[in-house]
């Protein structure tokens, strides 16, 4: 299974980006799919993931301004981002689980199986 990221970018402070994440291969059985992100100099950290049954979880630095949907069909999962802060500037992965007992959006990041290659987002005050 492979995961891969589109759609990073520059953007100013208060303007928008949409990422999207495709997973090709077999991929039978992907459950969680989630987005985290990696700042210069700082941990990973989950910024939004969602279930196939659809719970979703969101940082709280980015609840009311980013937005996580899926596409089950397309096996993609995508990450609307409004009012961006450069506090938003990272690098964004996407990663994915295929264990069908998960419920809820697993929260560490060795509980994925599968990750993308990470897309650079970059907002500017």
């Known amino acids: 299974v492979q995961l891969q990221a589109f759609g990073g970018g520059s953007a100013q402070a208060g303007g928008s980006l949409r990422l999207s994440c495709v997973a090709s291969g077999n991929i039978i059985g992907m459950n969680a799919m989630t987005w985290y992100r990696q700042a210069s100099g700082k941990q990973r950290e989950l910024v939004a993931g969602?279930?196939?049954?659809?719970?979703?979880k969101y940082a709280d630095s980015v609840k009311g301004r980013f937005t996580i949907s899926r596409d089950n069909a397309k096996h993609a999962v995508y990450l609307q981002m409004n009012n961006l802060k450069p506090g938003d500037t990272a690098v964004y992965y996407c990663?994915?689980?295929?264990?069908?007992?998960?419920?809820?959006?697993?929260?560490?990041?060795?509980?994925?199986?599968?990750w993308g290659q990470g897309t650079l987002v970059t907002v500017s005050s």
């Open positions: 969602s279930t196939y049954g659809g719970d979703t």
């Open positions: 990663a994915g689980s295929s264990n069908p007992g998960i419920g809820t959006v697993p929260v560490r990041s060795y509980e994925y199986d599968y």
